[in-house]
DNA sequence: CGGATTCTGTACTGATCGATACAGAATAGC
DNA sequence: GCTATTCTGTATCGATCAGTACAGAATCCG
């Protein structure tokens, strides 16, 4: 064959998604994407075709990695209620690194493109929908099956205003998931 | 004086109030908003500076109308549960026109902006606080101060979930904010 | 009707956008 | 080392962006 690639494919994802990320789709120039990954612009454009591919391959890589991790355990067969809990908590902790306000890549994406883009519309409600798998997951069992799928309903919708929340204020944000976190161990008594 | 407007300056901010919520404030060009309103661009920028200028005009706007409108049932002295139950099943309704998977305007552009522009971030935050505000004051009575409160939180933090969720799936959002409306009267139960 | 003032339509500004053309650098097989 | 193939850096494309200059149209006051 021929010369070899001076990167590795999975950095400069990792690096286009954190563009990505602080700054929204629109809001990135094909530049910033230039000196956050360190590639020329013709090396970008060969590997991903369009600032677009690019911006998938940042939001799979995204998925696979921070929201499978968080979700995790709330997906794991031998989840409870506790876990829906700390859940919260765990975001409610997250939520102080000034990091945070950068918000969910997903979740601003939503904002950002859900309805107007078609091809984004239905992979943003997947997204969503897996959050509702996955409360309901953690809550089976211990309460009344439709009680159980109404309170996964509001706990999808609660994670999904939490991360907006954050964008606007990252400390009203994290009590907010304190508060949720303790409405939860309250149906568990 | 002299030459006189050949516009009311509500219908101008009401047609622009239309392109952004559709489309977002990023996405929508100086051009759409000529075609919109139906005027020249030195007169929008005569009357309001800046895109930004007529950007802020069109969210004053939408807060003080449609906002307004959907919480002054949650902000009037005698609201209890029965209208923060009513506030999720209206939205449930809303979310059957086509028409509401724009989202609320003020929510996506929070997801646009919020953290990104300093002078939108403070809004954004305060218009959050509102939400909270109102459900605090709508559960205040009927049980203990800490459960008005981290309740109020939880359905402050639901109700921009549902918002973002419209615009992904607009049929699972109504479903959404039916069940946050039915585990809300059982609090009254 | 005349002059002052305000509004509006056209044309244009420089900047920036995403995307591409193309030449040269680098590596593999022979 | 030669050739074929792939990758990369530069330079640039036309399109579009927000914003502005300016002349002329319209209206008011006298």
Known sequence: MARQR??????????????????????????????????????????????????DAALTYYIDSFI??????????????RDAAAFFRTLARLFGDPQSQRGCLMINSIGELAGRDPTFTGPAAQFVDRYRAAFSNALRGTMPSRVVKRRAELLAAATLGAWLEVRADPVAASTTCRAVATEISSWSR
């Open 68 to 81: 499978r991790s968080m979700l995790d355990p709330l997906e794991a067969p031998q989840a409870g209620v």
């Open 6 to 55: 001076a990167y590795e494919e999975h950095t400069v994802v990792a690096a286009a998604e954190a563009v990505f990320w602080a700054r929204g789709f629109q809001w990135t120039a094909v530049r910033d994407l230039e000196e956050a990954t360190g590639l020329a612009r013709s090396s970008l454009y060969l590997a991903f075709g369009t600032k677009r591919g690019l911006f």
